[in-house]
């Protein structure tokens, strides 16, 4: 298939560069178009009041390994797939893609309060809004991990780089029959969300996002008067059933959600 592949957490992610080295191995074309700078929980904002630089990136740099074309946007995910499908694709002579994939973001995107915040999802979802099949993965990591990757520099370790590989290899395999089973302009995004640790033995179970609210996110002033984001996975006030990603990931399962934003108001 002939991708787009877009992130939150900006262009240099390792996991970003896990997930196109899959799909190319897979056989899928890939265009790259991310954003310069990691733009987690700008949900799908887009850039208003300031101009949008896109650069294409020669290779092999930000991908040493790869080949395929790349592009750095400074600005949100949602920028980055508008600007690529009008733009940055048909200005470089490629064809229009068959689907929209964002990912893989570090750290978990379910629940509703995050599923609404997430910049991954917001990546899909501006492929949706261009009528195009949508998928957005992420990597649940527990706070040790995440703490232990953000003092590495985002890079992995040996243990945590092989669940991202079993859950890269996951994606590319999903990924196409997602795309056929999702017609044009449905407003459909597949929100896949990979346990740790993943396996190439991990089951795919199908969820419906978790009701969490997710109050007091912001610490109380500083002597500033500045407030900052404080990280809660907040209270799970869901129903046994049906199954919820959050119940999913828990139970070491892959968590796959279909977001209908038809369905939204019914």
């Known amino acids: ?11 240099a992610s390792p996991f970003l560069h896990e997930l196109v080295a899959a799909l190319l191995a897979a056989g899928h074309t890939v265009a790259v178009v991310a954003p310069k700078t990691e733009q987690s929980w700008t949900g799908a904002a887009k850039t208003r009041h300031r101009p949008v630089h896109a650069e294409r990136l020669a290779q092999p740099s930000p991908f040493p390994l790869l080949a395929c074309p790349t592009w750095s946007v400074d600005g949100t995910p949602s920028d980055c ?21 964002s990912g893989i973001n570090l750290g978990l ?13 917001a990546g899909a979802w501006e492929g949706a809004l261009h009528g195009l099949p949508a998928i957005a993965f992420s990597q649940d990591l527990t706070a040790e991990v995440y703490e232990r990757l953000k003092a590495n ?38 929100n896949l969300n ?19 609210v997710v109050p007091g996110l912001f610490s109380p002033a500083d002597d500033d008067g500045t407030h900052r984001l404080i990280f809660r996975l907040g209270e799970d006030l869901s129903p046994s059933s049906p199954l919820t990603d959050r119940t999913a990931l828990a139970a070491g399962q892959i968590s796959h959600s279909i977001l209908d934003y038809t369905r939204l108001g019914r």
Do not use: K, W, Y
Request: aromatic share 2%; charged share 15%; net charge neutral.
């Open 109 to 121: 995107n379910a629940s509703l309060g995050f599923i609404i915040a997430s910049g991954t999802i």
């Open 194 to 212: 990979f346990p740790l640790p993943c396996s190439a033995a991990t089951e795919v179970r199908r969820t419906v996002p978790a009701q969490v």
């Open 81 to 101: 797939v508008n600007i690529a499908l009008a733009h940055l694709l048909p200005g470089a002579g490629l064809s229009r893609p068959d689907a929209v994939l």
């Open 153 to 190: 520099h985002d890079r992995p370790d040996a243990e945590l780089l092989v669940t991202l590989r079993h859950s890269a290899a996951h994606a590319a395999r999903l990924a196409p029959g997602l795309v056929i089973a999702t017609p044009p302009r449905t407003f459909i995004v597949h």
């Open 1 to 11: 298939m002939n991708l787009l592949v877009t992130n939150d957490d900006g262009i």
